[in-house]
């Protein structure tokens, strides 16, 4: 799973187990149109979201760069994970993309092998299974730092790894899984690393791939590997000149790129996957905010090849067009939040109870917030499974408003519970654990003032947290507003525990969350006890039990099913409306593109027209 500040807005059961897996089999991804009006070369360039510009290269990500902006924006570029996911604009894995075939389970499910197809590396080296052996065996030393990581889960529920050859891989499980779930949520995880970054130096020659013995691999030794690229991948003006970061095996490989997210791309031309760029060269652009990309696409002179239509800019729809852009909606699989610290020492006992989550739900207006700030171009969004783009995954709990707007029920929530206005924010007169009292760790007199931190440069947002703030006044709670750029906002939510500074944090909206490289959407990265993405610090034992449910039932539906009806009244979080993705502007003259729903992009697939 991936948060992102997206382009608007900032960033199964056994039965279906089987037919999921059978249908992918079956699938092949859209081929590159074979045309005489198809023209090789020319430059594309693509607007990064407002803020949201890519900070970090190397693909074993921790949870505070784990972004749309560097996982599928920028790294799956270069280096190409196992699995690929994303078939045209269905949520399906995408097996003519993967390096890895389909899995074979056996043993009950507990034994999977996998064999790899001939890829290579730009240096010339094949990728083999000991890249996928490296990968496991970096995770596997350094899993905390691993933003998807979930305690209990991948590599966790892995007993052991071997690569009997160069093209397979055997995985043993500690005990037997959907095939779907552990094909889409833990395989999907894997991306294979160049043995040529089995190093801690720069000042000594790269490791010659065929003597390094990655299987031997100390847990010492995947430590300081670690440590070592992590170093790299924070000094960002080297990427570009890195002998580390040049070994690619994906279509693209970078020709220069600045801190501010400016970057270009030029074809990998050792590339072995079934479609190869057509375009010169691919460029990002960062931009500070929805209206300064905005300006300078509607300036004309093809400066912006691929962007996006701000909410507060609806209106200029039929303009866009008449300059040469295709209006295409963006709908990405996830769902769109904010974060509550459950671990703020002062704030934590207050969001720790149910009545307060629920107050503050009630606050969020979500018909009219798509209607008059999002313009439409939004749905609403009651729980962590998505119910956009059209899937077997969101039951009926999903498609419910359990909380409806209402300031009125809010405070009255409030004052059952044992809170008074006083001067006009609610204050805890009640202090105590019973059903009419403030409730457990909220001492008498504390006043709830609460700041809400959210990601800068999209109007719409601006809009929709005012009006929140405005209603929570009317509610007698205090939300108190600040902005800061989307890389900031990640960095500021950081799971923490109580007594570390960075846990002063009350609210924050980083953007919405997108379900990959966790493509089944059982929540388990962000709500399960200690999961490297959980950054509210949310526990419950319930939830841990129907989430671990999720993925071992024979009846994985039904399992799903319960999850989602708990956590659609539990609010883990607050649930806004789920924008799209991107309201999309495309030029005409340009070919090729699908929006892929875990928000991927593939400019190899990208063309001029004739």
């Known amino acids: 799973m991936k948060r992102t500040g997206t382009r608007t807005t900032v960033i199964l059961g056994a039965a279906l187990a089987g037919s999921m897996l059978l249908a992918a089999c079956g699938s092949t991804s859209s081929a590159k149109p074979q045309s005489t009006t198809t023209k090789k070369g020319g430059i594309a360039y693509y607007a990064e979201a407002a803020g949201a510009n890519p900070n970090y290269i190397l693909p074993l990500t921790s949870g505070a760069e784990f972004s749309i902006a560097n996982l599928a924006q920028f790294q799956i570029l270069m280096y190409r994970p196992l699995y690929f996911f994303g078939q045209g604009d269905k949520a399906e894995i995408n097996y003519n993309l993967s390096i890895g075939n389909a899995p074979v389970y056996s043993n009950n499910d507990k034994t999977v092998t996998i064999t790899l197809k001939k890829y290579q590396w730009s240096d010339g080296q094949p990728v083999t299974s000991n890249d996928v052996i490296f990968w496991m065996n970096l995770l596997k030393a350094n899993k905390v730092d691993w933003g998807a990581y979930v305690p209990g889960d991948f590599p966790d529920n892995v007993v052991s790894y071997s690569a009997p050859n160069a093209s397979t891989v055997v995985f043993h499980l500690n005990q037997s899984y959907s095939p ?3 094909t889409y949520n833990e395989l999907s995880q894997i991306t294979p690393l160049p043995l040529a970054w089995d190093t801690t130096s720069l000042s000594t020659p790269l490791p010659n791939p065929s003597t390094t013995s990655i299987a031997d691999m100390t847990t010492a ?10 170093a790299q991948a924070q000094d960002l003006s080297t990427y570009a000149s890195s002998p580390i970061w040049s070994v690619v095996d994906g279509p693209w490989k970078l020709a220069s790129f600045s801190s501010a997210g400016h970057a270009v791309f030029v074809p990998n031309t050792k590339y072995s996957g079934p479609v190869k760029p057509s375009l010169s060269e691919f460029v990002e652009l960062p931009f500070t905010s929805d209206s300064a990309e905005f300006n300078v696409l509607r300036a004309g002179n093809n400066a912006v090849t691929y962007g996006y239509l701000p909410n507060s800019d609806a209106s200029q729809k039929s303009y866009v067009e008449s300059i040469g852009y295709n209006v295409e909606p963006w709908t990405e699989f996830g769902f769109s939040y904010w974060n509550m610290n459950f671990n703020n020492p002062t704030c934590g006992p207050v969001f720790k109870q149910l009545y307060i989550r629920q107050a503050l739900q009630h606050l969020v207006d979500q018909p009219a917030w798509i209607t008059s700030f999002l313009h ?16 077997p995954f969101a039951d009926a709990a999903s498609r419910t408003d359990h909380y409806p707007y209402s300031t009125s029920a809010a405070k009255n929530l409030l004052t059952s519970h044992g809170w008074k206005m006083v001067n006009g924010v609610m204050t805890c007169e009640s202090p105590g654990s019973s059903a009419t009292e403030c409730g457990a760790g909220i001492s008498k007199g504390l006043a709830l003032n609460l700041n809400l931190e959210y990601y800068s440069g999209s109007n719409s947002l601006t809009e929709e947290m005012t009006a929140y703030a405005s209603a929570a006044k009317q509610a007698g709670i205090n939300v108190i507003l600040s902005s800061a750029n989307g890389n900031t906002v990640f960095a500021d939510e ?4 109580p007594t570390q500074p960075s846990c002063k ?7 919405t969350w997108e379900y990959s490289p966790d493509n089944y959407p059982t929540g388990g990265e962000l709500f399960a006890s200690g999961a490297g993405s959980n950054y509210g610090n949310y526990q419950s034992s319930e939830a841990n039990a129907l989430i671990a449910a999720t993925h071992t039932s024979s009846d994985p ?31 005409n003259k340009l070919g090729g593109v699908t929006q892929n729903p875990y928000l991927d992009i593939t400019p190899e697939d990208w063309y001029f027209k004739g």
Do not use: H
Not at 378 to 384: G, K, L
Not at 505 to 511: D, N, S
């Open 180 to 182: 779907t779930w552990f």
């Open 221 to 230: 030794r995947a430590q300081a590997v670690y440590k070592f690229l992590n």
């Open 376 to 391: 439409g171009d939004a749905v609403p969004n009651y729980s962590p499974v998505p119910v956009t783009p059209s899937n």
């Open 494 to 497: 950081a799971p923490c525990t």
């Open 505 to 511: 944090w009350e609210m924050i909206l980083a953007g």
């Open 557 to 587: 539906q039904a399992a799903l099913d319960a999850y989602q009806n708990f956590m659609a009244k539990e609010l883990p979080d607050i649930y806004r409306p789920l924008p799209d993705a991107a309201i999309s502007l495309i030029s």
